[in-house]
């Protein structure tokens, strides 16, 4: 069997683990975390960040700081994962979905101007399979309006945007470390703060809504109630796993990327006789390797090469079913026509496997199934 995802793990992660069972502290907020947001201020200048237990609750978070309501309106693709709109649905706002552009399955920057209203609050875009949406452009028009930006920077953890590392490029930006991601730590997330005007209030709304941070920090000898809040601090025996990760860095980047690469390269033939088209990574981006995409002509075709592919042992997995003509996007009473590029990707994309430890000949038996599929089905 090929798994679509597999977490690597080598014996660091356990020897961390180890180490925080026996020495550190179980709760949250303990020398693990700590050293995680070195890493991440070495490696990408980040100077504000708090790891929460998913990347679901950083977008929640991100929905308390900028205190959505019932009545505001939130401009969001639908062709991303639930959490991004659960995470302000939860709070009464409302889902005005945007349509992608064809090329990266981002959401279209061209089309926001078009979706505002007197009660557009905020944007939630998403930097699908890794690759940053059209942040210069969105950033733009929501200070042209005056509304926030929360980037779901969740599969994008090490790609850039005009040079400028994915998750720091709004007000808001939200990673997962999740088991499928990039960097893992089992469950978990971070809520990057561009903005150092956030921290204090992110602190206390992350734990409990209660100033507990400061006991720690030694600023007050008792902490209490201050805000609005949730248990949003992940445990440290969780971010030890996550150091371990960011130790290596490199070594997981590098083999992605090379599995990325392959797959690009070897499918361009099936590009040039039209069979599929390949991910499209614009100049400006640089990706991490998180997801290789391709694109079938027809989504009958689709159905019928993740069934070959199932035969021949390898998990092929469709990316999202949009969200506004999902069950619940229904229910909601939204229609298929409001986003029509996002209703045709969303029936021809394919996910393939991708993990960093997987090994050559599974990538090229991979390909080969896929070539054998689209020019016999
Ligand atoms: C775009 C996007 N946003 C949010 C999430 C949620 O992250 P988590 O699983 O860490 O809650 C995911 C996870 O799959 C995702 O792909």
Redesign the pocket.
């Known amino acids: 069997m090929i798994p679509f995802n597999k977490a690597s793990i080598s014996l660091l992660e356990k020897q961390y683990l180890n180490d925080a069972l026996e020495n550190s502290k179980l709760s949250g907020d303990g020398k693990y975390t700590f050293k995680v947001y070195e890493h991440f201020k070495k490696r990408f200048g980040i100077d504000h960040m708090l790891l929460t237990t998913?990347?679901?609750t950083a977008?929640e978070m991100a929905a308390l700081l900028i205190d959505l309501a019932p009545g505001d309106e939130v401009i969001v693709p639908s062709f991303?994962?639930s959490?991004?709109v659960n995470a302000f649905l939860l709070r009464g706002a409302k889902p005005i979905f945007c349509d992608i552009r064809p090329d990266t399955l981002n959401m279209n920057e061209l089309l926001i101007e078009n979706l505002i209203t007197p009660k557009t609050k905020a944007i939630y875009c998403?930097d699908y399979a890794g690759i940053p949406c059209e942040l210069d452009a969105i950033n733009e028009i929501a200070n042209k309006y005056g509304l926030f930006v929360v980037e779901?920077a969740?599969?994008a953890v090490g790609s850039y945007y005009n040079g400028k590392p994915a998750g720091t490029l709004s007000e808001f930006g939200c990673f997962?470390f999740?088991e499928?991601k990039n960097y893992v730590m089992g469950?978990g997330?971070a809520i990057v703060l561009n903005e150092a005007k956030y921290l204090e209030r992110a602190e206390i709304i992350r734990e409990k809504g209660t100033n507990r941070r400061n006991v720690l920090k030694g600023l007050v000898d008792k902490y209490t109630w201050h805000d609005i809040g949730s248990s949003f601090l992940p445990s440290d025996l969780l971010a030890a796993i996550l150091c371990a990760q960011m130790e290596r860095y490199d070594e997981i980047m590098e083999k992605r990327i090379n599995i990325w690469e392959k797959y690009h390269d070897m499918l361009r033939p099936l590009e040039q006789t039209e069979r599929l088209r390949r991910s499209v990574l614009p100049e400006h981006v640089k990706h991490n390797g998180h997801m290789y995409n391709i694109i079938l002509p027809t989504e009958k075709i689709r159905t019928e090469l993740i069934q070959k592919l199932k035969e021949a042992g390898i998990m092929a997995y469709i990316c999202y079913v949009p969200l506004h003509s999902s069950p619940m996007g229904r229910n909601l009473g939204y229609k298929p026509e409001t986003c029509p590029v996002t209703e045709d990707y969303g029936t021809r994309t394919l996910r393939l496997p991708l993990y960093a430890d997987m090994n050559e000949p599974d990538v090229e038996f991979v390909i080969e199934q896929i070539r054998d599929g689209v020019n016999n089905i």
Request: overall charge negative.
């Open positions: 998913s990347g679901t977008l991303t994962f959490s991004t998403v779901d969740a599969q997962s999740h499928t469950e997330g």
